[in-house]
């Protein structure tokens, strides 16, 4: 292989890509796309007192928390600043926020495969995955005048 044919590193400045209101308290801001991998990168915001609904990986998950702080309701860990948390794929867990955090939580996420969102009966009532984000960041972008960002994969 010779160095023309090795591919570039992809950079993307946070400030080239919005954080959008996903409501409920969350907000999100897409990172990167790969539909054949099946990989999402985002960085999420979450409001003191949120809670996700209750699912399902499909594939694995790294959590990077760079502030405020969140667990899973179903364990006792809970993720800090600086903490670094590994899914293996078909966990099952609710991500909750503290009411009485001080500080909005922001984490940066790499998941693989689908989040299955589950009710009660472990029924699936809807999915996630790298092509569904990707429609639906886009479209709260060109809805809150921020046309199409230049997410790395899109």
Same mark, same amino acid.
């Given at each position: 292989?010779? /160095?023309?044919?090795? #591919?570039?590193?992809?950079?993307? $400045?946070?400030?080239?890509?919005?954080?959008?209101? $996903?409501?409920?308290? =969350?907000?999100? +801001?897409?990172?990167?796309?790969?539909?054949?991998?099946?990989?999402?990168?985002?960085?999420?915001? !979450? $409001?003191?007192?949120?809670?996700? +609904?209750?699912?399902?990986?499909?594939?694995?998950?790294?959590? !990077?928390? *760079?502030?405020?702080?969140?667990?899973?309701?179903?364990? #006792?860990? =809970?993720?800090?600043?600086? *903490?670094?948390?590994?899914?293996? $794929?078909?966990? &099952?867990? /609710?991500?909750? %926020? #503290?009411?009485?955090?001080?500080?909005?939580?922001?984490? %940066? !996420?790499? &998941?693989?495969?689908?989040?299955?969102?589950?009710?009660?009966?472990?029924?699936?009532?809807?999915?996630?995955?790298?092509? *569904?984000?990707?429609?639906?960041?886009?479209?709260? @972008?060109?809805? /809150?005048?921020?046309?199409? #960002?230049?997410?790395?994969? @899109?």
């Amino acid at each position: 292989m010779t /160095t023309l044919e090795i #591919p570039r590193a992809l950079h993307l $400045a946070m400030d080239e890509v919005p954080m959008v209101d $996903a409501g409920g308290g =969350v907000e999100l +801001q897409l990172l990167q796309v790969d539909v054949e991998r099946g990989l999402w990168v985002l960085r999420n915001r !979450f $409001a003191p007192g949120v809670r996700v +609904q209750r699912h399902k990986h499909t594939g694995h998950v790294h959590a !990077f928390t *760079s502030a405020g702080r969140w667990k899973y309701a179903e364990y #006792p860990e =809970v993720n800090t600043a600086g *903490s670094y948390l590994y899914e293996p $794929a078909n966990s &099952i867990h /609710t991500l909750v %926020v #503290p009411e009485d955090n001080t500080e909005t939580t922001e984490v %940066v !996420f790499a &998941i693989y495969g689908a989040n299955l969102n589950l009710d009660e009966h472990d029924n699936v009532e809807s999915v996630i995955d790298a092509v *569904s984000i990707r429609a639906a960041y886009l479209a709260l @972008c060109e809805a /809150t005048g921020h046309g199409r #960002p230049p997410v790395i994969g @899109c």
